[in-house]
């Protein structure tokens, strides 16, 4: 029996984790050569750097457990600096607690979720995905694109098409994938209410980490960052003063910002330096800077989004084992995939009828 997970972002990782954990056979397979999808850490010279997500929210403990799993509860760590600002485009003002996030368009977090902080990985959040593949490197393909589902012969399980010719079938299939991806897919199998997914946006954005000598940050720099009005003018829609906001993540008598920057004409990494400096009254230029973009980033969700997804499950259920997971479905926060990972995960087993065993 296998179960095929296509996907090696933090849901599909989670999802291939719970299946082997249960003593069933598991592939995972994703397009890309590195897994972990959005959350991608470099470390360079005593600096972490990342490009995706930084953390997530303290209160939510389905991470923390996954962690803990895997073997690497001890290197959580606690946010420290904290508090935010509001750039108005003439300067900046103290924000109350979770309105940054309110700001930033960041969905499903609560003012009682926020005021417990975030956490993070103490050598970045790419951690977790390290761990995941150490335990599943025999069962994960990269550079494997899926480029159809059938069901396989007799109507049990499906065989996956790949580019290139070749195809796996397997018992079981979770589509740990992109909204616009699944979409796509299972409106090849019939399940006409699947184009409906194709409705969740995703929101281009460019991170910029920028390296400095702290002298040439003022002292004066408060909190963990701030974001910028809508009407400032500004390229810039946030800045994480990450240096502070995590524990050792840039070495002693230097700083580390990290910028989002909004669509721009021109180098995203001068455009970020110049607006921080303005802004900070930064002195000198960057030691370097390190741009991330992501045409594709974090999903928003139209109207009755859950009663579509809802709709799609009702109707995967009704055909061999197939279950979706992922940001563009259950909520975008890398705890949140971690939630619908494993939760897809057992949703298959119990129609497999497999439970996981009893460790002493």
């Known amino acids: 029996m296998t179960v095929a997970v296509v996907g090696a972002g933090l849901a599909g990782l989670s ?182 997914l194709d409705t969740v946006l995703y929101a281009p954005s460019i991170t910029v980490s920028l390296a400095y000598r702290e002298d040439q940050v003022p002292q004066a720099v408060e909190g963990a960052g701030f974001v910028v009005a809508l009407d400032s003018g500004a390229a810039l829609r946030a800045c994480t003063y990450a240096w502070r906001k995590y524990p050792k993540r840039a070495p002693e008598g230097y700083a580390l910002l990290r910028a989002f920057v909004g669509p721009v004409d021109g180098d995203p990494s001068s455009i970020a330096h110049a607006e921080l400096a303005a802004i900070l009254g930064i002195e000198g230029d960057p030691l370097w800077t390190r741009a991330f973009y992501w045409p594709r980033g974090l999903p928003r969700y139209p109207r009755g989004h859950g009663e579509r997804v809802a709709a799609v499950r009702d109707r995967l259920a009704r055909l061999p084992p197939l279950a979706i997971a992922g940001a563009g479905f259950d909520g975008a926060g890398v705890s949140a995939c971690v939630k619908s990972g494993r939760e897809a995960a057992k949703q298959i087993l119990e129609r497999l009828g497999s439970a996981r065993p009893v460790r002493g």
Do not use: K, N, Y
Not at 80 to 99: D, N, Q
């Open 15 to 196: 999802a291939a984790w719970e299946v082997c954990h249960a003593g069933v056979d598991v592939v995972v397979l994703d397009a890309a050569r590195q897994p972990g999808g959005m959350i991608v850490t470099e470390r360079r010279d005593g600096f972490v750097v990342e490009g995706g997500p930084d953390g997530f929210l303290a209160a939510e403990p389905d991470l923390q457990e996954l962690a803990r799993e895997v073997g690497i509860g001890e290197r959580l760590v606690d946010q420290v600096a904290r508090g935010s600002a509001l750039w108005t485009g003439r300067r900046l003002e103290a924000l109350p607690e979770g309105r940054a996030a309110e700001l930033l368009g960041i969905q499903g977090a609560s003012e009682t979720d926020v005021s417990r902080g975030f956490r993070s990985f103490a050598a970045g959040m790419a951690e977790v995905v390290e761990a995941l593949v150490a335990c599943l490197v025999p069962r994960l393909r990269t550079t494997q694109g899926v480029t159809a589902v059938v069901r396989a012969g007799g109507a049990r399980g499906w065989r996956l098409s790949f580019t290139g010719g070749s195809a796996l079938e397997a018992e079981a299939l979770i589509l740990a994938v992109p909204a616009w991806v699944a979409a796509r897919l299972l409106a090849g199998l019939g399940v006409s209410t699947a184009r409906a």
